[in-house]
């Protein structure tokens, strides 16, 4: 537990000391293959696993309803 | 102990996310541009096929192949420079032994053809005796001499419930503010099986800080959904007749065996069974994300989902076998020394019950995504995800991606993923059940297993969209294929084609 706890704070530590980066400068964060989410491809992919595994969601997309699924 | 520390994490993910805002304040961007510059099409279709032998709807064992077809649109508009309108139209259609065998008997062979609708192909689960209903179950039921019924867990029956059609429509409307650093959005979802209906809305937010280096977003949804059990046809005879239902409808006159392969003189008589008077599922989420970019390189976000499900949370045509019953069988009866073997092509196991789950279920899902940009050339996709909800499953997830740009259009990614849960405590395997247990399931979807799916992709963009049809240029082509395996040896193979269209 302590572990947990002074990793958690180390992680918080680390991302408070990170720089600003400018508009001008995300050329790379800005590539397309950089992007925070899943692919618009993967929506069948992650349905299936959803029906095939117990575990759903924190994925950026839907986490329950819609389906007889699991 | 769990929500212990999860409280704890909260706090501090919290007050990281408080301090974060407010040390490095806001900017305003200098011009206002367009959210979305054209109306943008997405056009998605995929092929999936599955098979395994732990059929939940034969109760942990048979046949669990399955062939899935889906395609979608969605349709992205701007309304004006802030406001964009998208809509999402899916249909899916499979086909599957293991649904098929809802009702497993057909007279005239376990892939022959059959004209009973039954419980599986009429979903006639009212408890009205209406004339017509009758009628039909008169005129079409098993023949009960010769060739009577029969069906095999290892085998599709040619049963109306084989196949079904999801189709499912999502409008979701965003707003940005001048400054581009809030989002508002609403959304509303519609879906619809043969036995399932799901009504969903929700909303969410989305603020940016940092000269948009960090964003927040909150999301709620609810998900009003509503079964139309179907249960399986011995169940369902039971329920309708009583205790005298071997006499009458469906199994009227039709031998039923005993493990021995001889008639039985002890009754088959599911008295466990109980039609579901809960049909109804509601799911309530609400996600919290949070992204940061961490260097010019390097960026991350995490997700914390909260969901909680009540209603009827297990499915109504999932048999299940207690091993403190005695088993009783319908069809050839010299298949039932080797009724686990997928040799068996002729006898079906009549269900002691269907599958028995809480009326609730609380998730807890905690994900986390970080890219780096390694060159020109190369980029590292990275997702992980833990997850534990309170039937006692936990899971991890851990997946990897990596982009290769082979040209200034094409992009090829192959990828790995890994996945393992725990079983729920409700889960036992095929006849390991007890009847004095008060929850019960075979779905071998909640066992203890491990899975692994590996793939490539392959992307072609063209950022100028010069082949058009008709006003849209085709901005970008992605396929993807993988391959899934589980330790339960249940294997998959999909494979997504998508397009994308910008109206010029």
């Given at each position: 537990m302590i572990k947990k706890s002074c990793l958690t704070l180390f992680i918080v530590l680390v991302f408070q000391s990170c720089t600003v980066v400018k508009e001008y400068e995300k050329e790379k964060i800005n590539?397309?293959?950089?992007?925070?989410a899943a692919r618009t491809a993967e929506k069948y992919e992650t349905t299936f696993q959803v029906y095939r595994e117990a575990a759903a969601g924190a994925n950026g997309g839907k986490s329950g309803g819609g389906c007889g699924c699991n | 102990m769990m929500n212990l520390s999860m409280k704890k994490y909260s706090t501090i993910l919290f007050l990281f996310l408080f301090s974060c805002v407010y040390s490095q304040g806001t900017k305003q961007p200098t011009f206002k541009k367009r959210v979305l510059e054209s109306t943008e099409v997405d056009f998605l279709a995929s092929y999936y096929v599955q098979d395994g032998s732990k059929s939940s709807v034969s109760g942990g064992i048979g046949s669990e192949k399955l062939k899935d077809v889906a395609s979608n649109i969605t349709v992205a508009m701007p309304l004006n420079d802030d406001d964009v309108l998208t809509v999402d139209i899916g249909i899916s259609a499979y086909s599957s032994a293991s649904s098929s065998n809802i009702n497993p008997f057909n007279s005239s062979g376990a892939s022959g053809s059959s004209n009973y609708s039954g419980a599986s192909g009429?979903?006639?689960?009212?408890?009205d005796d209406d004339d017509d209903d009758d009628d039909k179950r008169v005129n079409t039921k098993a023949t009960t001499t010769g060739s009577g019924p029969y069906g095999s867990p290892w085998q599709a029956s040619s049963g109306a419930s084989k196949s079904d059609q999801l189709v499912s429509v999502m409008a979701n409307y965003s707003h940005s503010s001048d400054s581009r650093n809030f989002i508002w959005n609403s959304d509303v979802s519609f879906s619809n099986e043969y036995d399932y209906t799901s009504v969903g809305f929700g909303g969410g937010i989305a603020a940016l800080f940092n000269e948009k280096n960090t964003e927040i977003n909150l999301k709620a949804n609810v998900y009003l959904d509503q079964w139309r059990p179907i249960y399986p046809t011995e169940l369902h005879e039971y329920s309708k007749y009583g205790n005298n239902f071997l006499n009458?409808?469906?199994?009227?006159?039709v031998t039923v065996y005993n493990e021995n392969g001889?008639?039985?003189?002890?009754k088959y008589l599911p008295t466990k069974f109980k039609d579901l008077t809960l049909t109804n599922r509601n799911s309530y989420s609400a996600s919290f994300g949070f992204s940061q970019i961490l260097t010019k390189r390097l960026q991350l976000s995490l997700f914390f989902d909260v969901l909680q499900q009540q209603g009827l949370l297990s499915t109504p045509y999932h048999r299940i076998y207690f091993a403190d019953k005695t088993n009783f069988f319908i069809g050839q009866s010299q298949f039932i020394s080797n009724y686990e073997s997928s040799s068996n092509s002729g006898v079906f196991k009549l269900a002691d019950d269907v599958e028995r789950l809480p009326n609730t279920r609380f998730k807890l899902p905690i994900g986390a995504r970080l890219n780096y940009y390694i060159s020109e050339r190369l980029v590292l996709r990275t997702y992980y995800r833990y997850y534990s909800d309170d039937w006692n499953i936990h899971a991890h997830t851990a997946s990897i991606e990596l982009p290769v740009?082979?040209?200034?259009k094409f992009t090829v990614f192959p990828t790995f993923r890994y996945y393992t849960q725990t079983a729920s405590q409700y889960y036992a395997p095929y006849e390991k059940h007890l009847s004095t247990e008060q929850f019960y399931t075979s779905d071998p979807d909640l066992a203890t297993f491990e899975t692994k799916q590996i793939g490539f992709g392959v992307n072609y963009t063209?950022?100028?969209?010069?082949?058009?049809?008709w006003q849209f240029g085709l901005k970008n082509v992605d396929f993807r294929f993988h391959q899934y395996e589980r330790t339960d040896r249940l294997k998959a193979s999909i494979a997504t084609i998508a397009f994308k269209f910008i109206m010029q």
């Open positions: 590539d397309v293959d950089m992007k925070l | 009429g979903g006639d689960d009212d408890d009458q409808g469906y199994f009227s006159g001889i008639s039985a003189t002890e740009k082979i040209s200034d063209d950022i100028f969209a010069s082949a058009k049809i």
